[in-house]
C-alpha cells in the first residue's frame, strides 16, 4: 500500500497566526499581564528569529519565572509595553525623520 506524501491533517496554518498589533494607547494589554515567552514575538511585534537576536543583543530584557523554581519563562505587560514606548520614542527621535524649516 502506498503512503501520500501529503500531509492530510493541516494542524498549523500559517496564515492562521495573527500578529499582535498594539494599540496607540496600548488598552489591549494589561500591564499585569503575564505572557508565555512562546507567544512574546507575536505580543513584541517581531518573528521569532529577530526575538531571539534582540535577546541576545541586550534590546529586549531577559525574561521572568512564571514562579519559584519554575522553569517557564513569562514577560509582564508592563515590559512588553515599556518595549513599545522606547521604540515609539527611538523612532521620534531619528534625525532623518523630521522636518526642517
Known amino acids: 500500500m502506498k503512503r501520500s506524501t501529503k500531509n492530510k491533517s493541516k494542524t498549523k ?5 495573527k500578529k499582535y498589533k498594539p494599540a496607540a ?3 489591549e494589554l494589561s500591564p499585569d499581564e503575564a505572557v508565555r515567552l512562546c507567544d512574546a514575538p507575536r505580543f513584541f511585534g517581531i518573528g521569532r528569529t529577530a526575538f531571539a537576536e534582540a535577546r541576545k543583543k541586550g534590546l529586549i530584557e531577559a525574561p521572568m519565572a512564571a514562579y519559584p523554581g519554575s ?5 509582564t505587560g508592563r515590559q512588553i509595553l515599556d518595549h513599545h514606548r522606547r521604540q515609539a ?3 521620534a527621535a531619528k534625525p532623518g525623520d523630521q522636518i526642517a524649516d
Open 13 to 17: 496554518n500559517s496564515k492562521s497566526a
Open 25 to 27: 494607547n496600548g488598552a
Open 71 to 75: 522553569r517557564a519563562q513569562i514577560y
Open 89 to 91: 520614542e527611538a523612532a
